[in-house]
């Protein structure tokens, strides 16, 4: 794929859902636009699914619908610019560099002025800490943390109430998907083990080889809360046959009144 034209059609297909929202409602001049929208969807689909395995593709219907898929197509720019700046960080031998810049901001933010004072292991314990705050947040949930968190956030279990899961997009009957959702799960809550826990009960400031490894392995799992779906219980709808029992006593206890009175 070519990025630049990939990220061109992107720009594109953005500039056009802004101008659609201008049009009026009742003017006959949305229809050609939703209509011109619609035909770039297998085309920014196809950039999204190149991109990134696990990218939610496009199924908008509505000019609006296509108005909310902001957060898809900002992310794939995000990911463009990012190969970007990979290609121009190059070591004097020709392969890529890395910068910390690029993780993801939970994780960059808090780590890249502890790496420059070269405190690696304070940079990779805070880096977690920040991500298990994250994970908290994106999920409404203060009463566990770290492993414990990972573990029930990417669990295949239902969600249930005050409980809520982390899912892959995609279809979740493809293999492909299921594989995600379960190597997730593991890199999740192995990477609280293996990597926050040593980080917070060893000493030491460690090397900035083996903390750009956490690093990554970190900002990997804070993409997948800051982009994987949050899926959330929702009660059963009421059993109809109950409700019915319930009225049919109640008019029964009416009538048996009213003949009494």
């Not at 001049?29 to 593709?57: C, H, S, T, W, Y």
């Not at 295949?156 to 279809?171: A, T, V």
Request: hydrophobic share 40%; net charge neutral; proline share 8%.
């Amino acid at each position: 794929m070519d990025r630049e034209v990939a990220l061109r059609q992107l720009c594109d297909y953005w500039s056009q859902v802004e101008q659609a929202q201008k049009l009026p409602r009742f003017a006959g001049q949305r229809g050609p636009a939703l209509e011109a929208l619609n035909k770039q969807l297998p085309v920014i689909n196809r950039i999204l699914r190149e991109l990134a395995p696990d990218a939610q593709l496009l199924k908008p219907q509505w000019i609006s619908d296509h108005a909310a898929t902001w957060p898809r197509i900002s992310r794939a720019m995000e990911i463009i610019h990012a190969g970007r700046e990979l290609e121009e960080q190059q070591w004097t031998g020709g392969g890529p560099a890395f910068p910390l810049s690029l993780l993801d901001p939970m994780i960059s933010e808090v780590a890249i002025p502890l790496w420059e004072a070269n405190k690696f292991r304070q940079a990779v314990g805070d880096a977690a800490t920040s991500l298990s705050h994250f994970a908290q947040e994106r999920l409404g949930r203060h009463d566990v943390s770290d492993t414990g968190l990972m573990t029930e956030a990417f669990s295949n279990d239902p969600p249930k109430e005050g409980r809520p899961r982390i899912r892959c997009p995609g279809d979740h009957r493809l293999v492909a998907v299921k594989d995600q959702q379960n190597g997730a799960r593991q890199i999740a809550a192995g990477a609280f083990l293996a990597i926050r826990n040593p980080a917070h009960h060893l000493t030491g400031d460690w090397n900035p080889v083996t903390a750009f490894h956490y690093l990554t392995i970190l900002s990997q799992v804070a993409h997948y809360f800051r982009y994987w779906e949050v899926v959330r219980y929702q009660p059963p709808p009421p059993d109809l046959n109950e409700v019915l029992a319930v009225y049919q006593q109640s008019q029964a206890k009416q009538t048996s009144l009213a003949r009494r009175d």
